[in-house]
């Protein structure tokens, strides 16, 4: 396996090897992984995607937008040809068999080409990685290498009508006949490349209740794609429902196990997950490009409206989201890949691997995807009218994203996921939650004592950073001893532990990374300690509120009371001049003319 990432493994050498442990414990700036810490081979490939995307895929765009599969098909090709669909395909089918920071950047750089980029998502994501972590021998022989080389397009049946958030409910049948071979019937919805996809990973209940994986050609028998549907957004990838009518499947495709079908799902998703985040980041930087460059030639009153204080509020905001998101996104890439280096990178270790961090992938999920829908929603807002008619990109990323928050799980599942799967560590003893909590109940019991005074880089933030993690755990041990086992169904609650989490994990790896930066004098230090500093500050304000939301809703009089003024101990901030960070990130986004910090 070629990784590319000594850096990587340089970074992550002390670091906890458990999804979850940033929540209890402290993380050196040296540990965590940065796109500063990219390496000559990384940055080939973000150049080798770009060169792609630009050069072939975006003058394209209207091509595509008019359903013209057969070229969607050539570009698919050529996305083989480059390398870009067997980034962590083992060598023997074909693939680059690159780390996972190399995927993570080939999804961020990919995303530019939004209706593209959900193309090569389904391909690379949803079908070629399932048949890479749970494919046999034989059946990874059969499919990778063409699907690698982009000769065959792949597409993932999961969702049917009755069942979308509940996948794992879905209809369609599968029977064994009597020659072995298997009997597929039911209508798949919304399956992303359903129109020209060849192989495509299909889920049913073999015998009503065991949930299987097939591989399915779509010239078996039986198996045809419904009509396109006409979508808000990603006019230029095709999404048909799969029907199959007694669909004759090999007995030999079998994908995994019959009855664990889940495992599948499930593992395709934490890592399709991952990458949405990756991709959200890619659509940020992107677009505040285009803001900016919007911003500085239209003029209004006689001045470019860049010079504006509301349009520089909007471009220094859009920069520090921007910056957290893409910290969180590299910092999860380095802990996978570190947990991977460790292990072997077979099938198995690396569906674990995905397992270990489907926290922090939910996180990179939701955070990435809301942060994207935001910063789109500046840019069209910047370009004014411009912003709202097709001549310009800002409408149609704008629609094209929207969709981000509702597939590969939506928001709300994830965001009830991320304290769902840390509380189910807690309770199985796999993560020291439950005695941290503890700790905190205890801490809250002594005399405070007034923070050692310190003025470090950051260092103020960082320990913000440590308090907001006293938040969460606070919030969750509240929960779970207010609701047992019964937390479940209280979803408002775990929604605002969510947010915490979110916020909570995004703020700090922002500011390890602002730290490293500026130990290794790199020359945007200054910008990297800005975009840092505004982003904790106002994640202590939402941060703060969602905790009083959740509090109330668990406790009252004296109880709350005592859980309130823990809070406000916690929280103690100072104010920020947020106005003057905000007018340095923007006034060095209209210098360079593009996001300034990756
Ligand atoms: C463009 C596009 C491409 C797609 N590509 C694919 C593909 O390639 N393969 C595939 O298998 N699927 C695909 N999908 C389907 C997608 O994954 C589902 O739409 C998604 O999982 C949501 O399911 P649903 O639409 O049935 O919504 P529902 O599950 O009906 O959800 C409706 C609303 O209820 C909320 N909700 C549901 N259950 C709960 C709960 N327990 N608690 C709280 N809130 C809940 C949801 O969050 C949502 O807000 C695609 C969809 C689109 C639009």
């Known amino acids: 396996m070629t990784t ?77 040809e480059l390398g870009l669909l067997g980034v962590n395909v083992p060598e023997e089918y074909g693939g680059l068999a690159l780390d996972k920071i190399s995927s993570l950047i080939v999804a961020e750089r990919i995303a530019r080409a939004s209706s593209f980029a959900t193309t090569y998502g389904a391909q690379a994501n949803l079908c070629i990685l399932p048949l890479v972590l749970f494919g046999t021998t034989d059946q990874k022989q059969r499919y990778l290498p063409t699907l690698v080389a982009g000769e065959r397009v792949g597409a993932y049946a999961l969702s049917e009508s009755g069942s979308g958030s509940d996948a794992l409910a879905a209809k369609t049948r ?59 957004g990603l006019h230029g990838s095709s999404t048909t429902p799969i029907l199959l ?43 505040i490009g285009d803001a900016v460059r919007y911003a500085v030639q239209r003029k209004q009153f006689g001045h470019s409206i860049a010079s504006f204080g509301a349009i520089k509020h909007k471009l220094g905001e859009m920069t520090a989201r921007t910056y957290a998101m893409e910290s969180l996104v590299y910092r999860t890439g380095g802990l996978i890949e570190s947990l991977l280096e460790e292990s072997s990178h077979d099938g198995p270790s690396t569906a674990r691997a995905f397992e270990e961090y ?36 800002a409408e149609r990323y704008y629609r094209d994203a929207r969709v981000n928050r509702i597939f590969e799980g939506t928001n709300e599942i994830n965001r009830l ?68 086992d019964k937390l479940t169904d209280e979803q408002e609650v775990l929604g605002y532990a969510a947010d915490i989490l979110m916020d909570t994990y995004a703020a700090e790896s922002a500011v390890l990374r602002a730290r490293a930066a500026s130990a290794s004098g790199a020359s945007r230090a200054a910008l990297h300690q800005a975009a840092a500093r505004l982003f904790t500050n106002d994640a202590a304000l939402r941060i703060e509120q969602a905790a009083r939301n959740a509090l109330a809703a668990m406790a009252e009089g004296d109880t709350l009371r005592t859980l309130l003024a823990a809070l406000r101990r916690f929280l103690k901030t100072s104010p920020v001049n947020t106005v003057a960070l905000r007018r340095e990130l923007a006034e060095a986004t209209v210098e360079k003319q593009r996001y300034i910090l990756g």
């Not at 049913?204 to 050609?217: C, K, L, M, P, Y």
């Not at 030999?252 to 395709?268: Q, S």
């Not at 440590?466 to 001893?481: D, E, I």
């Open 174 to 232: 599968a029977t064994r006949a009597p020659d072995g071979n298997w009997r597929l019937s039911g209508e798949k919805m919304w399956i992303t490349n359903g129109g020209f996809a060849d192989v495509i990973i299909v889920f049913a209940q073999v015998d009503g209740d065991q949930f299987t994986a097939f591989i399915v050609e779509k010239t078996f028998p039986g198996v045809t794609a419904g009509k396109e549907e006409h979508k808000m």
């Open 417 to 484: 996921l991320i304290p769902g799967m840390l509380v189910r560590r807690a309770v199985k003893g796999e993560l020291p939650l439950i005695a941290a909590a503890k700790r905190l109940q205890d801490e809250l019991l002594t005399p405070s004592m007034a923070a050692a005074p310190s003025d470090g880089v950051l260092d103020y933030e960082l320990q913000l950073t440590a308090a907001f993690k006293k938040v969460g755990l606070m919030v969750l041990g509240t929960a779970m001893q207010t609701y047992t």
């Open 358 to 393: 489907a926290v922090e992938s939910s996180i990179a999920k939701v955070a990435g995807t809301e942060t994207l829908d935001y910063v789109l929603d500046e840019n069209v807002q910047i370009h004014g009218g411009n912003g709202f008619v097709s001549d310009y990109t």
């Open 4 to 80: 590319g990432t000594g850096s990587t493994k340089a970074a992550a050498a002390t670091a906890a090897r458990r999804g979850g442990a940033w929540l209890l414990d402290a993380t050196a700036a040296e540990d965590v992984f940065t796109p500063e810490r990219l390496s000559d081979e990384h940055r080939l490939m973000a150049q080798t995607t770009d060169e792609f995307i630009d050069k072939e895929v975006l003058p394209n765009v209207s091509r595509l937008e008019a359903k013209d599969w057969a070229f969607a098909r050539t570009l698919v090709r050529r996305a083989g």
């Open 245 to 287: 009518q007694d669909a004759q499947v090999p007995a030999g495709n079998v994908l995994g196990e019959v009855g664990k079908g889940h495992k599948v799902a499930l593992n395709t998703l934490n890592f399709g997950r991952f990458k949405l985040g990756a991709m959200s980041v890619g659509g940020c930087r992107a677009a």
